[in-house]
């Protein structure tokens, strides 16, 4: 396993940040969704503190990162950590870096007295899904699927009357 050091992301690192989020895009094959700006990245994470992110790196060389926020369970009746994303550079991938960085999310979680991570994964990433559960022992959740309302639509019922 190659010991990365791992911190709490700082405003200078918000063109690091973009670099990664552009990186995992491409992976993902979703350049064309990206809308983030350096300029946004920074207002929403040190300004308006919205999310937060862990920045990984082998000496100086930064090779990942990790960006999660809060969010709440009623059934709990508290907040819980949420992870957005998670990126490691192809180069250093299968090396442990993204346990590292998975553990210093535990870390914050316990710290904090949440009682769970969650996270999406992709249909079609295998790798990953057999690392959070082989490695990690994540549990995936079956009965659950995701929806979501934005552009057009999220507009549309902020705006209009309802029927």
Same mark, same amino acid.
């Given at each position: 396993?190659?010991?990365? *050091?791992? /911190? ?14 552009? &990186? ?6 979703? $350049?064309?969704?990206? &809308?983030?700006? +350096? $300029? ?7 300004? /308006?503190?919205?999310?937060?992110? !862990? ?15 809060? *969010? ?5 009746? &508290? ?6 994303? !998670?990126?490691?550079? $192809?180069?250093? /991938? ?6 590292? !960085? ?9 710290? /904090? *007295?949440? $009682? ?8 079609? *990433? ?13 549990? +995936? ?19 209009? +009357?309802?029927?």
């Amino acid at each position: 396993m190659k010991k990365v *050091n791992i /911190r709490t992301a700082l405003p200078e690192d918000t063109p690091l940040i973009y670099d990664f989020i552009m &990186k995992l895009a491409q992976y993902e094959k979703k $350049e064309k969704e990206v &809308k983030a700006t +350096p $300029e946004l990245l920074y207002e929403s994470l040190f300004v /308006r503190r919205q999310a937060e992110v !862990l920045m990984a790196f082998d000496d100086e060389q930064p090779v990942g990162f990790a960006l999660y926020f809060h *969010n709440f369970s009623t059934f709990l009746g &508290k907040a819980n950590l949420y992870l957005e994303d !998670l990126y490691v550079d $192809e180069t250093y /991938r299968h090396q442990g870096i993204g346990s590292q !960085l998975f553990k210093r999310l535990a870390e914050i979680a316990v710290e /904090r *007295n949440c $009682e769970r991570l969650d996270w999406w994964c992709l249909d079609w *990433n295998a790798s990953a899904i057999k690392f959070y559960t082989q490695k990690l022992h994540a549990e +995936p959740m079956h009965e659950w699927t995701v929806y979501r309302l934005c552009d057009k639509a999220l507009i549309q019922l902020a705006k209009e +009357p309802l029927l």
